[in-house]
């Protein structure tokens, strides 16, 4: 079977990430997380004290920065690494949560978080997930996926998520983070979510993970 890009856009917290893994899995392909390297910038910017208002600054950080994903120590998917630190966990709290869209915002640091993923599926054999890997990320990936779900739904399945992490939040702050993300994520002038007009639409609000892989799989069938 011949190995294809797939790309997975669509809005927070709609499943991305978990059918990402589910098919990197199933296929011997290497799963790329994309939002966790605008996690971490936004992190890096956090502890620097940079606001992502001040473009000249995060410029200069992004010198700073060395982005790369290291093995799970206990076997799942990799995890994101800030200049060599296993930040997989402090990127997933609610303040990364709460500025990463506006950092994510950044030509420089769309420039430079793209060209990185570029370079990853350079050997094909990948699924990345994002915002605008079907747009523009791989505008020439052989699959595109673009999967939304019912808005509750969605944030009900982000509560538990990060409630099973032990992190202490609650639904209503997880309700209007994914509705401030995706108005940024739609709104902002570089690179905006839109689904690829050759994406092949997702709406898992009343699917299974089971039911999800079985529709994404059919749906690679037919490209390799
Ligand atoms: O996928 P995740 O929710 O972890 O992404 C965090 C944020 O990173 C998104 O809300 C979005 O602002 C940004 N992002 C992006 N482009 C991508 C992936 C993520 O702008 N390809």
């Known amino acids: 079977m011949k190995k294809i890009i797939i790309a ?4 927070s917290s709609c499943g991305k990430s978990t059918l990402a893994r589910q098919l990197a899995r199933e296929l011997h392909y290497t799963y790329l997380d994309s939002g966790a390297m605008y996690r971490a910038i936004t992190l890096y910017l956090i502890r620097e004290k940079i606001s992502p208002e001040d473009e000249k ?3 200069q950080a992004l010198r700073q920065i060395t982005l790369s994903f290291v093995p799970d120590p206990a076997g799942g ?3 994101m690494c800030l200049n060599g630190e296993d930040v997989e966990h402090p990127i997933r709290d609610m303040e990364v949560a709460g500025k990463v869209s506006a950092v994510a915002a950044i030509g420089a640091v ?7 993923q570029q370079r990853m599926g350079r050997d094909k054999g990948i699924v990345m997930d994002g915002r605008d890997i079907g747009t523009v990320v791989f505008p020439d990936a052989e699959l595109k996926l673009f999967m939304t779900a019912d808005p509750e739904v969605r944030a009900l399945r982000r509560y538990k998520e990060l409630k099973a992490k032990n992190l202490s939040v609650t639904l209503e702050a997880v309700r209007e983070n994914l509705r401030q993300r995706d108005h940024l994520d739609e709104t ?8 690829a007009p050759d994406a ?9 993970a089971a039911e999800q892989l079985v529709f994404a799989l059919n749906q690679v069938a037919e490209k390799c």
Do not use: C, W
């Not at 902002?188 to 689904?195: F, G, H, Y």
């Open 77 to 79: 998917t990799a995890h």
């Open 110 to 116: 769309r420039r430079f978080a793209v060209a990185q």
């Open 200 to 208: 092949v639409v997702l709406d898992n609000s009343h699917m299974t």
């Open 57 to 59: 600054a995060v410029e």
């Open 188 to 195: 902002r002038a570089i690179s905006p979510l839109r689904k």
């Open 8 to 11: 997975i856009d669509g809005y």
